[in-house]
């Protein structure tokens, strides 16, 4: 069975300019939730999405947005890009709060990794 | 303000011995913990977990203890091999954070062989 996918792998932009990042969760997980591990920081909450409905957010300015589709699948989108921007993000899945396969663990993928020059 | 933490940067172990990995918490509405396994430019890989309902769970190498009323939670990693040097992130979920979690800054193991 398929993991979290993530893609592009590695992702290269300037000031100012909007990155999007997509994510597949794992077969019938419903949640998404995208985190960022900047240079030297920890893994930082980003966002969580449940069943197409963004269900809460971490301490992160409005230019970082996203959504989730009706397959589940998510993106995650940053405009004004400015250079502290660059960091790995990575995209977890869980059961969700609906989902059949109702699982606390979250499960990650890859990661994009985000250059901002 | 660190919900939980991981004083322990770094960690050297020989190959064979146990390593012991802890990690502490602040917020009491914490229910659910994790611990996850990291390599650089990777996703985190998920380990083993535990309930708060429960004070230890164990899948074969890997044995997570959790001390509730110290907010105290270590991963023993018995024996310890070269393949598990990474860095070691716990993670909680749970009350008012809801399915977000709240990782650690993180332990790095060295296995030495």
């Known amino acids: 069975e398929a993991g979290v996918t993530q893609s592009p792998t590695h992702l290269i932009k300037t000031r100012g300019q909007q990155a999007t990042l997509r994510c597949s969760p794992i077969?019938?997980?419903?949640?998404v939730y995208w985190y960022q591990q900047a240079l030297g920081l920890g893994l930082q909450f980003l966002l969580w999405?449940?069943?197409?409905?963004?269900?809460n957010r971490g301490n992160f300015p409005p230019r970082f947005s996203g959504r989730q589709f009706p397959n589940y699948s998510s993106e995650l989108n940053v405009n004004a890009l400015e250079l502290e921007d660059s960091a790995l993000y990575l995209c977890?899945?869980?059961?969700?709060?609906?989902?059949?396969?109702?699982?606390?663990?979250?499960?990650f993928g890859p990661g994009t990794r985000l250059t901002v020059l | 303000d660190q919900q939980v933490k991981q004083n322990s940067p770094s960690l050297s172990v020989q190959e064979g011995r146990i390593s012991i990995l802890n990690c502490d918490y602040t917020?009491?509405?914490?229910?659910?913990f994790l611990w996850y396994k990291k390599y650089p430019a990777e996703g985190p890989t998920f380990l083993i977990s535990?309930?708060?309902?429960?004070d230890k769970n164990e899948d074969g190498r890997f044995t997570v203890f959790l001390n509730k009323s110290a907010k105290h939670l270590s991963l023993h990693i018995v024996p310890s091999q070269p393949g598990d040097s990474a860095v070691y992130f716990c993670?909680?979920?749970?009350?008012?954070?809801?399915?977000?979690?709240?990782f650690g800054g993180g332990t790095r193991l060295m296995v030495k062989p």
């Open positions: 917020n009491s509405m914490f229910d659910y």
């Open positions: 535990i309930s708060s309902i429960k």
């Open positions: 993670a909680a979920s749970g009350g008012n954070a809801g399915n977000m979690l709240t």
């Open positions: 999405y449940d069943e197409g409905e963004e269900r």
């Open positions: 977890a899945s869980s059961g969700g709060l609906a989902g059949v396969m109702f699982t606390d663990t979250q499960y």
């Open positions: 077969s019938g997980h419903t949640s």
